[in-house]
C-alpha cells in the first residue's frame, strides 16, 4: 500500500490563539473517526488553546475529545515518562522535548529533561504505549487528570491501574464519567510509587478527589523499556478492561503497522498528482476529514452496538457519534464523505437518528451531549443530502422527517432543541429581529431546511408536504430589501430597522455581515437571481461583493472577533473564505453561468488561504479541510441535499477518486490557467455546470480543458 502518511502535517493550523486563527486544531494522533484522540500539551493554561508549535517544553501527552478550543475538552488526562524524584504540576513537571514523530497514527516524543522516549499508537477505543528510559534513575510514568473528581487505583500485583475522571463538558449530565485502564508488562515499584491530592503528595497506590494523580514507578534498568496497554470507556471500568482486547498481545510495531494501514486506506480514496507543496497541503486536509465525528459507542460481550446516554445516564443499544457541529460539517464535509465512504456516513447518520429517538430531539452540536451552539438545524440538510444519494433505508427516512418536521413547528423552550424563533417563523414566515438575535440567519437556515424537508418529503412520496414546504422554502423572498440589494431583517410589525451597513457584523447576522451571510439561498439561486434584476445583475452583485475592500465594522459584536481580523488578512474582499458562511459564494458565479469567475477565486484561495501549515480561519470539524479537497477536485455541492455539485475548475494536474461504489473516477486537468475552458464528462461536455452525485458514483473520467 502507498504510504500517504509522509504528506500529512497533523500540526497544519496549530499556530492560533484566540485572536487569529489558522485552524485552531491540535496535531491529533488516532484512529480514524476513533473514540479518542492524543495530542502534545504544551501549556494547560492556556485553555483551549493548549499546544502551540512554537512552545519549547511539553507538559506530556493528552487523551483528548477537545473538538475546538471554543468548546473545550472533556474526559481528559495527561501522561508522560520522568525519572528521578516525582513532579505532579504542569509547571514543575515540564520538559524541554524533540518530536521523533508526530504523524495520525503515531506521537513519539522524547523528553530531554527525563532522559525519556515515549510513543503513542491509537486503537479506536484504546491505545498502546511504549516508554525507553535512557538515565540511570528511577523511571516513573506520571497520570495527571485536572481538576476534576478523580479516582485512581493501582493493583501493583496484576500490573494494572485503574482510573475515572468526571471530566464532564457541557451538555452532558454532571455525574458524567470516564473509565481507562492501564495494563504494564514490566513490574511496579510500589514503595517508590507517589499519589498527589488536595494537600500535596505521598506514597500510596490509591487516590480520590478533585485533581488526584498518580506518579508510578517501575523496576526497569537503564535503557529498558515499558509497554503499556490502554482502554477507555464512557460505560463502565469494565468495558475499559474489555476495551483492552483491541491491542490484545500485539506489538507496539505491530499496532502501529495496523493504525498506519487503517489510515493509508483511507487516505488513498483520492490520489493526485501534482506538486510535492501541493500534496503535502492536500493530504494534511484529507487527514482532518476522518478525525469528526467521533465514535461514541462500544460493544457489549455479544458483539452489540451500546453507548452511553448524554441525558439520561443510562446505557443504549446502538451506535452513536459525537464531536461534530452541523452548521459547520453540512456544507462540505459530509457532502465529501457520501461520496467516497458512504458506508460510513450512512453509520453516522444511524448514530444521529438513535439520538433523536432517545432525546426527543434531532442533534445540532454535540460534544458529548447537545451543546446547541449556532443558528439552524443543519442536520436537516445533511439528512437529506444523505436520503436522495439512496443513504438512508426507508424506515429511517420516515424517522428523519418526523425529526425534521418537529424542528420545522414545534418549541423546544430551550436553544437545545429546534429552531430558534420557530414559532414566530410559522406565524410571520420570517424570524423576527425584534424578539431573536442572528434573525436573518435563523430564517434563512430555516427555508432551506424546509425545502430538505421537501426533498425527503419527496423522496418518500408524501406530495402534501413536499408541496407545503416547498412553498414555505420561498419565504426568503420577504426579506429581500430592494432598496439596499441586501437580504435584511424584519420585526413582527413588517418593519425594518433605519440604520443599515453592510460592513456591520452581528445583530440580524451570525459571524458576518449582510455580505457573508445574505446569499444562503442555496435551494433557490435562480430565485435569488431574479431578485437583483436576473443573472447579469446577480452577477454584478457579486462583483460588488468581491471588488470591496476587506473592510467590517464591529456592529453588536463587543470587540473585533477573531473571524473579522481572519477576513482582513485574507482580502478576498467581502468573501471571508476564513469562515464558512462564504464557503459557497465563489461558487454563485457557476451556478449561474459563469464558471471561469468561480476557477479564478477558488484557484486564488487555494492557493493564499492554504498550505500544509494554515488554514484561513477556523478548520471546525473537517469542513474548512473538506473545503479544500472540494475545491482541488472541481466540484462543489451548493445545496446539499440536491444530489448535484456545482462545477468549478480542478486544481491537480491528475486525480484518482475511488468512490464508495467501487467504480474509479478520473480527474484531468488539462486547462491552461485561464478562466475560458470546457468541462466534459466521459467525452460528452457539460453545459449546464453541474454534475450529479450518481453519475461521480459511476466512474469515469471528468475533464477539465482549453480549446486549442
Known amino acids: 500500500m502507498k504510504n500517504f502518511l509522509k504528506y500529512v502535517n497533523i500540526k497544519q493550523g496549530t499556530l492560533s490563539e484566540p485572536r487569529f486563527s489558522t485552524g485552531n486544531t491540535l496535531p491529533l494522533t488516532c484512529a480514524p473517526f476513533g473514540m479518542n484522540s492524543f495530542s502534545v500539551q504544551t501549556r494547560a493554561s492556556g485553555g483551549g488553546w493548549y499546544y502551540s508549535p512554537l512552545h519549547r517544553q511539553t507538559e506530556g501527552i493528552r487523551l483528548t475529545h477537545q473538538p475546538s478550543p471554543w468548546v473545550r475538552d472533556y474526559a481528559h488526562f495527561v501522561f508522560m515518562p520522568q525519572s528521578g524524584e516525582p513532579y ?34 491509537p486503537t479506536e477505543r484504546g491505545a498502546i504505549i511504549k516508554i525507553r528510559w535512557d538515565a540511570a534513575k528511577t523511571p516513573r510514568l506520571a497520570v495527571l487528570p485536572f481538576d476534576f473528581p478523580t479516582e485512581l487505583v493501582l493493583d501493583s500485583e496484576n500490573r494494572m491501574l485503574t ?85 490484545g498481545g500485539r506489538t507496539y510495531e505491530q499496532v502501529k503497522a495496523e493504525t498506519e494501514d487503517k489510515w493509508n486506506a483511507l487516505l488513498s480514496k483520492i490520489e493526485i498528482e501534482d506538486s510535492e507543496e501541493r500534496m503535502r497541503t492536500f493530504y494534511s486536509c484529507l487527514y482532518r476529514c476522518f478525525i469528526f465525528p467521533r465514535v461514541f459507542y462500544e460493544y457489549d460481550e455479544l458483539g452489540r452496538a451500546v453507548h452511553y446516554n448524554t441525558k439520561s445516564g443510562e446505557i443504549c443499544g446502538g451506535k452513536m457519534f459525537v464531536d461534530n457541529g452541523f452548521w459547520d460539517v453540512y456544507r462540505t ?21 438513535n439520538f433523536y429517538q432517545e432525546q426527543g430531539w434531532l442533534p445540532k452540536w454535540l460534544s458529548p451531549g447537545e451543546r446547541g451552539i449556532m443558528p439552524g438545524t443543519l442536520i436537516d440538510a445533511a439528512l437529506a443530502d444523505c436520503a436522495v444519494k439512496d443513504l438512508l433505508t426507508k424506515e429511517q427516512m420516515k424517522l428523519a422527517l418526523d425529526g425534521m418536521l418537529k424542528n420545522a413547528n414545534m418549541a423546544s423552550g430551550t436553544h437545545l432543541g429546534g429552531r ?44 402534501d408536504i413536499r408541496g407545503e414546504y416547498l412553498a414555505r422554502s420561498q419565504g426568503y423572498k420577504k426579506l429581500f430589501d430592494s432598496e439596499t440589494g441586501f437580504i435584511r431583517g424584519l420585526s413582527a410589525s413588517g418593519e425594518r430597522k433605519p440604520e443599515f451597513s453592510p460592513f456591520a457584523w452581528g445583530g440580524d447576522y451570525c459571524e458576518g455581515g449582510a455580505y457573508q451571510n445574505g446569499f444562503a439561498v442555496y435551494h433557490d439561486i435562480e ?56 464557503m459557497h459564494l465563489p461558487y454563485l458565479y457557476s451556478a449561474i453561468g459563469n464558471i471561469g469567475k468561480t476557477a479564478g477565486h477558488v484557484r486564488c484561495m487555494l492557493r493564499e488561504g492554504y498550505n500544509e501549515n494554515i488554514f484561513p480561519g477556523d ?25 448535484e455539485y456545482v462545477l468549478g475548475v480542478c486544481n491537480a494536474r491528475k486525480i484518482t477518486v475511488m468512490p464508495g461504489s467501487g467504480n474509479i473516477l478520473h480527474i484531468i486537468n488539462a486547462t491552461d490557467g485561464s478562466s475560458a475552458f ?31
Not at 514523530?101 to 522516549?117: G, L, N, S, V
Not at 455525574?175 to 505521598?202: H, L, R, W
Open 88 to 121: 505532579f504540576t504542569e509547571d514543575r513537571r515540564s520538559s524541554s522535548f524533540d518530536e521523533k514523530e508526530m504523524t495520525p497514527a503515531c506521537t513519539e516524543i522524547y523528553f530531554k529533561r527525563y532522559f525519556a522516549q515515549m510513543g503513542v499508537v
Open 163 to 247: 482510573g475515572r475522571t468526571n471530566a464532564y463538558g457541557d451538555g452532558t449530565r454532571k455525574d458524567f464519567q470516564f473509565y481507562f485502564c492501564m495494563k504494564f508488562d514490566k513490574p511496579i515499584n510500589a514503595s517508590e510509587t507517589v499519589i498527589t491530592k488536595t494537600g500535596g503528595t505521598e506514597q500510596g497506590i490509591s487516590c480520590s478527589g478533585t485533581g488526584a494523580g498518580m506518579n508510578i514507578a517501575f523496576d526497569i534498568p537503564q535503557g529498558g523499556e515499558l509497554i503499556v496497554r490502554l482502554g477507555t470507556s464512557y460505560i463502565s471500568p469494565e468495558y475499559a478492561v474489555k476495551n483492552l482486547s483491541e491491542v
Open 333 to 353: 464535509l459530509y457532502p465529501l464523505l457520501t461520496l467516497i465512504i458512504p458506508e460510513h456516513i450512512s453509520e453516522i447518520m444511524e448514530g444521529y437518528l
Open 420 to 463: 430558534i424563533g420557530v414559532e414566530d417563523y410559522v406565524k410571520l414566515g420570517y424570524v423576527p429581529n425584534d424578539k431573536y438575535g442572528e434573525s436573518v440567519n435563523n430564517s434563512l437556515d430555516a427555508y432551506y431546511c424546509d425545502w430538505c424537508i421537501a426533498k425527503l418529503a419527496e423522496k418518500l412520496n408524501i406530495k
Open 527 to 582: 430565485g435569488l437571481s431574479e431578485l437583483y434584476g436576473g443573472r447579469e445583475k446577480f452577477e454584478e452583485k457579486l462583483d460588488e461583493l468581491f471588488s470591496a475592500p476587506a473592510f467590517f465594522e464591529t456592529g453588536t459584536y463587543p470587540c473585533e472577533i477573531h473571524e473579522m481580523t481572519e477576513m482582513a488578512a485574507a482580502d478576498f474582499g467581502q468573501c471571508a473564505i476564513s469562515n464558512q458562511p462564504s
Open 619 to 643: 478548520e471546525d470539524n473537517g469542513s474548512m479541510s473538506a473545503w479544500y479537497i472540494l475545491g482541488v477536485l472541481g466540484f462543489y455541492p451548493v445545496c446539499p441535499g440536491s444530489g
Open 678 to 708: 470546457r468541462v466534459s464528462f466521459n467525452g460528452t461536455d457539460i453545459t449546464e455546470n453541474v454534475i450529479a452525485h450518481d453519475k461521480l458514483m459511476q466512474g469515469g473520467t471528468l475533464r477539465f480543458y482549453t480549446e486549442v
